[in-house]
């Protein structure tokens, strides 16, 4: 393919930024401008020669702007297949000249919808002549140049610079495939927004989505795969992506992964006591709320000291010096915070390898929104979980009612079990865990592996006894038989709380009786896989 001398340059713009700089360029190279509305303006403000569109076609613009550039005067320029014999005889049949460059860039849809506009200003921001006009010269690339983001604009311009005022083929298909991928990404905003927001439909008949790279990774879950960042076109909370990176290497795919699930167990104790969250491979392994950040992190770390190594720590409150120096004391590969005082800066600016993030606030925990999870031939999609219980939600179920303070201890585990892969069990005891079992293919495992992990803390620490003696304890889901309840009972624990619901609840029920137990029942599961 050969190189093409761009002669002539239709430009139609919202953004404006960088506009005048690369009418200048592109004038100073003798090349024709025509624009649009507000984009013409903008270019003879900039003491540029500018020919309105509606000169090309012979039409003014009309219908508050909704046709001005949907005319065969601009898209023959565009579709014309120049070394076409039939396509050159219409061209000068219908005196239509060609366009060699488009500069286009939308109407701001998003931008309008996330600021709550009402539906009519929502609609009218729908583009539709824009899309048009990208669309045909992205696809007669092998022609015409076609640009759709400004940060574009340089490389165009050096572009032109290296090819004697042409653009080569190869250029003119990179720019044609991001142009594709901007219409269908406003395409696809657009039909989000009419099926969430306009009609209510959470699962419509076509599910279009849109998001933009944010990098490739180092690699992914092992190192023979690879890996890329991306992030929804309308960031809906924000999370990791938009934390800054105070300092570390680059945060890899299992780091991104594990980090998102300490960030999101911390959001659930926003605006409460300091709470810290150590995760291991997207579990955690220990979580703790005290008055203080160091007494929590101290604590949440006696759950389980050997899972903590090399794990990820967040926590629901700004970082303070101790506390950072604390951390320091072990091998951890990322630390997630709201905010990091001076002095925990400087604590882990001691550890170059350690990435520290801090986001901006912490993520609603009952957002609403969906999930996905790719399968062979097919792709699943849920509703959040972001299902919450409060004390009021409990129903006693056993003789024995909870204290206050096992009620308490019972909500924590609750809210620790939710964030740990199924089967769940958590054992907790004065607001931090004491003993956790995850991903089990059945439930008793989890409670034993729960307990064995809080006796080998106590070995560690020579405590005196498990820290699951007396502790409240979390099944994700109903326990299906007593077995599971029994080895609670087993590990000291003197509360239960699962959601119920198993044929076999009263049976459950009745051992619980038959050892002291009390136990409420939520009416509401937990699954994570």
Same mark, same amino acid.
């Given at each position: 393919m050969t190189d093409v001398t761009i002669k002539r340059a239709l430009l139609s713009v919202s953004d404006k930024s960088g506009l005048a700089e690369l009418g200048k360029s592109l004038a100073a190279r003798g090349v024709e401008l025509v624009?649009?509305?507000?984009?013409?303006?903008?270019?003879?403000?900039?003491?540029?020669?500018?020919?309105?569109?509606s000169e090309l076609t012979g039409f003014p613009e009309m219908m508050d702007g909704r046709v001005k550039t949907l005319h065969p005067k601009v898209h023959g320029g565009l579709l014309a297949v120049r070394d076409d014999a039939d396509h050159a005889a219409a061209m000068e049949a219908h005196d239509i000249g060609a366009i060699d460059l488009v500069v286009v860039n939308l109407y701001p849809f998003e931008a309008t919808v996330a600021k709550g506009a009402e539906r009519d200003e929502v609609i009218e921001n729908?583009?539709?002549?824009?899309?048009?006009?990208?669309?045909?010269?992205?696809?007669?690339?092998?022609?015409?140049?076609?640009?759709?983001?400004?940060?574009?604009y340089?490389?165009?311009?050096?572009?032109?610079?290296?090819?004697?005022?042409?653009?080569?083929?190869?250029?003119?298909?990179?720019?044609?495939?991001?142009?594709?991928?901007?219409? @269908?990404?406003?395409? @696809?905003?657009?039909?989000?927004?009419?099926?969430?927001?306009?009609?209510?439909?959470?699962?419509?008949?076509?599910?279009?989505?849109?998001?933009?790279?944010?990098?490739?990774?180092?690699?992914?879950?092992?190192?023979?795969?690879?890996?890329?960042?991306?992030?929804?076109?309308?960031?809906?909370?924000?999370?990791?992506?938009?934390?800054?990176?105070?300092?570390?290497?680059?945060?890899?795919?299992?780091?991104?992964?594990?980090?998102?699930?300490?960030?999101?167990?911390? @959001?659930?104790?926003?605006?409460?006591?300091?709470?810290?969250?150590?995760?291991?491979?997207?579990?955690?392994?220990?979580?703790?709320?005290?008055?203080?950040?160091?007494d929590a992190w101290n604590a949440?770390?006696?759950?389980?000291?050997?899972?903590?190594?090399?794990?990820?720590?967040?926590?629901?409150?700004?970082?303070?010096?101790?506390?950072?120096?604390?951390i320091c004391q072990i091998f951890t590969e990322v630390v997630v915070a709201p905010g990091a005082d001076e002095a925990a800066r400087a604590a882990f600016a001691k550890k170059k390898n350690l990435r520290l993030l801090i986001t901006d606030g912490l993520p609603d925990p009952r957002r609403p929104g969906v999930t996905q999870v790719v399968i062979a031939g097919g792709l699943l999609v849920q509703t959040r979980d972001n299902g919450a219980i409060s004390e009021e939600d409990l129903r006693i179920v056993t003789k024995r009612q909870?204290?206050?303070?096992?009620?308490?201890?019972?909500?924590?585990?609750?809210?620790?079990?939710?964030?740990?892969?199924?089967?769940?069990?958590?054992?907790?005891?004065?607001?931090?865990?004491?003993?956790?079992? @995850?991903?089990?293919?059945?439930r008793r495992d989890s409670s034993r592996i729960a307990a064995m992990k809080a006796r080998e803390a106590a070995e560690t620490y020579d405590w005196a006894e498990s820290r699951t003696k007396g502790s409240a304890?979390?099944?994700d889901a109903f326990f299906p038989f007593a077995d599971g309840l029994l080895a609670g009972a087993e590990a000291g624990a003197t509360a239960i709380i699962q959601p119920g619901g198993s044929i076999r609840d009263e049976d459950v029920i009745a051992a619980a009786d038959e050892h002291g137990l009390a136990m409420v029942f939520t009416g509401m599961r937990h699954f994570r896989h």
């Amino acid at each position: 393919m050969t190189d093409v001398t761009i002669k002539r340059a239709l430009l139609s713009v919202s953004d404006k930024s960088g506009l005048a700089e690369l009418g200048k360029s592109l004038a100073a190279r003798g090349v024709e401008l025509v624009s649009t509305g507000g984009t013409a303006k903008a270019l003879r403000d900039a003491g540029l020669e500018v020919k309105d569109v509606s000169e090309l076609t012979g039409f003014p613009e009309m219908m508050d702007g909704r046709v001005k550039t949907l005319h065969p005067k601009v898209h023959g320029g565009l579709l014309a297949v120049r070394d076409d014999a039939d396509h050159a005889a219409a061209m000068e049949a219908h005196d239509i000249g060609a366009i060699d460059l488009v500069v286009v860039n939308l109407y701001p849809f998003e931008a309008t919808v996330a600021k709550g506009a009402e539906r009519d200003e929502v609609i009218e921001n729908i583009d539709i002549g824009g899309p048009s006009m990208v669309r045909s010269a992205a696809k007669n690339h092998r022609y015409v140049t076609i640009l759709t983001d400004p940060a574009d604009y340089d490389t165009l311009i050096e572009e032109l610079e290296t090819q004697d005022g042409a653009t080569g083929y190869d250029f003119r298909k990179r720019m044609a495939a991001k142009a594709f991928a901007a219409t @269908a990404s406003y395409d @696809a905003a657009i039909s989000q927004w009419f099926a969430y927001a306009d009609q209510g439909e959470m699962f419509p008949a076509k599910r279009a989505m849109a998001s933009s790279l944010a990098g490739e990774l180092r690699y992914g879950e092992n190192p023979h795969q690879k890996a890329a960042l991306y992030v929804p076109q309308r960031v809906v909370a924000k999370g990791l992506p938009q934390a800054e990176q105070v300092q570390g290497k680059e945060l890899s795919y299992n780091n991104y992964n594990d980090a998102n699930a300490a960030l999101e167990l911390a @959001a659930e104790f926003a605006g409460g006591d300091p709470a810290v969250v150590i995760v291991k491979h997207a579990n955690p392994c220990g979580v703790a709320q005290r008055d203080n950040l160091l007494d929590a992190w101290n604590a949440a770390l006696e759950c389980d000291s050997v899972s903590a190594f090399g794990g990820i720590v967040a926590t629901n409150v700004p970082l303070d010096g101790p506390t950072a120096e604390a951390i320091c004391q072990i091998f951890t590969e990322v630390v997630v915070a709201p905010g990091a005082d001076e002095a925990a800066r400087a604590a882990f600016a001691k550890k170059k390898n350690l990435r520290l993030l801090i986001t901006d606030g912490l993520p609603d925990p009952r957002r609403p929104g969906v999930t996905q999870v790719v399968i062979a031939g097919g792709l699943l999609v849920q509703t959040r979980d972001n299902g919450a219980i409060s004390e009021e939600d409990l129903r006693i179920v056993t003789k024995r009612q909870p204290s206050e303070q096992e009620l308490k201890d019972c909500l924590f585990a609750w809210t620790v079990a939710r964030h740990v892969k199924s089967n769940a069990i958590v054992y907790a005891k004065d607001g931090a865990t004491a003993g956790i079992g @995850a991903g089990q293919m059945n439930r008793r495992d989890s409670s034993r592996i729960a307990a064995m992990k809080a006796r080998e803390a106590a070995e560690t620490y020579d405590w005196a006894e498990s820290r699951t003696k007396g502790s409240a304890v979390a099944s994700d889901a109903f326990f299906p038989f007593a077995d599971g309840l029994l080895a609670g009972a087993e590990a000291g624990a003197t509360a239960i709380i699962q959601p119920g619901g198993s044929i076999r609840d009263e049976d459950v029920i009745a051992a619980a009786d038959e050892h002291g137990l009390a136990m409420v029942f939520t009416g509401m599961r937990h699954f994570r896989h």
